[in-house]
């Protein structure tokens, strides 16, 4: 059965075998754009959302105002200097929304382009040359792949991925894919001299010196997601991703021009709009608990739109692929008798296996590590 088969069925079709759709999928190794490039109209049904999952939303759309809270942008031009209101808007931005954009970020936006043109290179490739990379084995470093929760998940979402882990062990350069090899390392190296920068302040914000982030190893482990979301005939039926918070210290985010990023922000689904050479940042669920809730991961979902592809790189600062024995708990430092430890202590490769087993169901991971009171 071909990639295509999927459309053949459709909802309330009592011959439909959802796993035997999925497997089909998965064994295609073409990826969502391989069922695009089949020629469907519709989507197939194990992109369907859900009814109880479209109802999540009728709560927290609403009508789009000109007074509607939009995303703090924060310059860092000139943060060799005075960093004390770099520090401050971070700590807002961290504090309120866990989402902001820098700009002036020091990541050249030649080299921005070079790795939004790079990852949309290597998801066109023909399947011939793509399909030696695709496998889900947890432990590969440098794979293709749609959808890590596929089976998981109560609908797939209109995405493929190329997951390349950069750091703490270094991948020999030709394990990357030569159409993007290039350019995925040095915009790698970019990024983490930006997130090291970025953890100083977090750190600073938090109260502690500039290291201590650091120091637990929160910018040692660094991974690149080169997300690839092609157009969809019918968008209002899908998601290009699940509603989820990030299962990681920090993210850095580089979109495209496309749009589709929301945040949701007070019981309603904020835009994050791309800005030319910009950079997303977002709170990842283990700095909040490190954090003891000072700082807040919260939920984020990217449409499927009739435009595309959309291509977007997440840089995602974890220990996924480096086991480590360090505990993580919230930081002594921050805790007293008016603000005690909202969460247990923790092994990071637990953290990650309870995220990775549940898939994007909506539900928060932490959730599972807090402590009852």
């Not at 750190?203 to 982030?213: F, I, M, V």
Request: contains cysteine.
């Amino acid at each position: 059965m071909d990639v295509a088969s999927a459309g053949k069925s459709q909802a309330g079709n009592s011959d439909y075998d959802r796993l035997q759709e999925l497997r089909a999928f998965d064994d295609s190794k073409a990826g969502v754009k391989g069922v695009v490039d089949a020629g469907i109209t519709k989507v197939p049904q194990i992109f369907l959302r859900p009814p109880e999952d479209i109802a999540t939303d009728e709560p927290i759309s609403g009508e789009r105002t000109p007074t509607q809270f939009r995303i703090p942008v924060i310059d860092l031009k000139n943060v060799a200097g005075d960093r004390s209101g770099v520090v401050a808007g971070v700590r807002l931005a961290a504090e309120a929304v866990g989402f902001f954009q820098v700009v002036n970020h020091g990541v050249p936006v030649k080299l921005l382009d070079e790795m939004v043109v790079a990852a949309r290179e290597f998801h066109e490739l023909p399947l011939e040359l793509k399909v030696e990379y695709y496998s889900r084995d947890m432990k590969k470093k440098v794979k293709y792949r749609s959808n890590f929760d596929l089976y998981q998940s109560k609908y797939v979402n209109w995405r493929d991925t190329l997951k390349c882990v950069m750091a703490p062990e270094p991948v020999e350069p030709q394990e990357f894919p030569p159409v993007c090899r290039d350019v995925i390392i040095k915009f790698s190296k970019q990024v983490q001299t930006l997130g090291n920068l970025l953890f100083e302040f977090l750190s600073e914000a938090l109260g502690l010196n500039p290291n201590h982030l650091k120091d637990m190893d929160c910018t040692k482990g660094h991974l690149l997601l080169c997300h690839y979301y092609p157009s969809c005939p019918e968008p209002e039926l899908t998601m290009g991703t699940s509603r989820h918070s990030d299962p990681d210290f920090l993210t850095i985010l580089l979109q495209d021009n496309i749009g589709g990023l929301q945040v949701l922000h007070q019981n309603q689904w904020i835009d994050v709009p791309p800005i030319p050479g910009a950079l997303v940042v977002n709170i990842g669920d283990v700095l909040q608990l490190i954090s003891n809730d000072k700082f807040k991961s919260v939920e984020h979902r990217v449409l499927a739109n009739h435009r595309g592809p959309r291509v977007s790189i997440a840089c995602f600062f974890t220990l996924d692929h480096c086991p480590s024995t360090r505990i993580y708990g919230p930081i002594k430092e921050l805790l007293s008798e008016d603000n005690p430890p909202l969460y247990r202590e923790i092994l990071l490769q637990d953290f990650n296996a309870h995220y990775n087993n549940k898939g994007l169901d909506g539900i928060s991971a932490l959730a599972h590590f807090k402590l009852q009171r």
